[in-house]
């Protein structure tokens, strides 16, 4: 694998780590979203996921594809173009559904190279 994408896969792992560390005070959606500065955070890093992924090799792209990768770029797109026709609700179930299992494949891509 390439440098550049071990090192976006990182980032996405940190970035996903931090959107982690943001919501344990909460158990459902209206709570995170009421709290505006973790929110935001929140919010932040997805866009940031969204990025490296953007910056991640087609050819890396395309070895990986039980992760869908559009999707996740759009989400980005979603948040940087319509911030305020986000929905609490749906940011909710990605945290809770998606969020854990793209971690999970990447930490497994990660495992599979070499130091």
């Known amino acids: 694998m390439p440098n550049k994408d071990k090192t976006n896969l990182l980032a996405i792992v940190d970035a996903i780590d931090k959107i ?5 005070p909460f158990h459902e959606a209206d709570a995170l979203f009421n709290d505006t500065l973790r ?8 866009v940031v996921i969204g990025e490296m992924v953007e910056r991640l090799s087609d ?4 070895d990986h594809q039980q992760i869908d990768w559009s999707k996740v770029k759009g989400l980005r797109n979603l948040i940087a173009h319509d ?3 986000v929905d609490a609700e749906e940011i909710w ?5 998606d969020l854990p299992k793209l971690k999970a494949e990447i930490t497994i891509i990660l495992s599979l190279t070499a130091p």
Request: aromatic fraction near 24%.
């Open 83 to 85: 911030y305020f026709g």
């Open 59 to 62: 050819e890396f792209k395309d």
């Open 20 to 24: 982690n560390h943001y919501v344990v």
């Open 93 to 97: 179930q990605i945290l809770q559904q």
């Open 39 to 46: 929110f935001d955070a929140v919010m932040m890093n997805f």
